[in-house]
């Protein structure tokens, strides 16, 4: 792992850059699972002083900081951890429906604009990190819930209505309310069935595409 990292600070430097060593952009994680109950659970490796040096911008040689396999880490939006700690990335979620539905309440948008920004803006903000996630049903209704209330009230519509009704399709007379649980579970079978049919194809079938 050392002269991984060493051959990639060499990589940055041939093209005039430098690895970042600020400890929100540059960590470690030295992990080792352990069967518990069954179940395969990640916790922090006991390796002594182990270290993991790189040189900075001034050819200065920093250790890495490492951080607790509990500890979530931001990465291109996303809040992770090893141990599959998700507190961060939940809240981060519920904190942004939370304001865009404060704005959507204050704001002067029509019934038609606000319920379509329920589609369009947000939906898709909560919904793009899911992929890399396993929310349960009920995390999930947590996260959505300020954003469908506040919508239903600004387009007309009472916020007791049936979830039921609000997640039927429009074709069979439903609302069609963005539900991030199934779209995490379609979007990770998707993921999953082109993961199988791509390991199955002969090695030279992608040339003819």
Same mark, same amino acid.
């Given at each position: ?7 990639? @600070? *060499?990589?940055?430097? +041939? =093209?005039?850059? %430098?690895? /970042?060593?600020?400890? !929100? ?22 390796? @002594? *002083?182990?270290?993991? +040096? =790189?040189?900075? %911008?001034? /050819?200065?040689?920093? !250790? ?31 904190? %942004? ?113």
């Amino acid at each position: 792992m050392q002269t991984v990292v060493q051959q990639w @600070g *060499d990589l940055m430097e +041939v =093209t005039g850059g %430098a690895l /970042n060593l600020d400890p !929100s952009k540059s960590y470690s994680y030295l992990v080792e699972y352990v069967w518990k109950h069954g179940k395969r659970i990640a916790s922090d490796a006991d390796t @002594g *002083d182990f270290d993991l +040096v =790189t040189r900075n %911008a001034d /050819n200065e040689y920093i !250790s890495l900081t490492r951080l607790n396999c509990n500890d979530e880490s931001e990465m291109l939006g996303l809040w992770m951890s090893p141990s599959g700690n998700k507190m961060k990335m939940i809240n981060s979620l519920r904190l %942004a429906a939370v304001n865009w539905a404060a704005k959507l309440r204050l704001g002067r948008s029509s019934q038609a604009e606000g319920w379509k920004a329920l589609h369009t803006t947000i939906s898709s903000k909560l919904i793009y990190p899911l992929l890399a996630l396993t929310l349960t049903e009920k995390e999930c209704t947590s996260v959505m819930a300020p954003t469908i209330r506040t919508a239903l009230l600004k387009a007309g519509i009472s916020s007791c209505i049936s979830s039921v009704v609000r997640r039927t399709p429009t074709q069979s007379l439903g609302l069609e309310v963005p539900n991030p649980f199934m779209a995490m579970g379609t979007a990770r079978t998707a993921l999953l069935v082109e993961h199988c049919w791509q390991k199955h194809q002969p090695a030279n079938s992608f040339k003819s595409l």
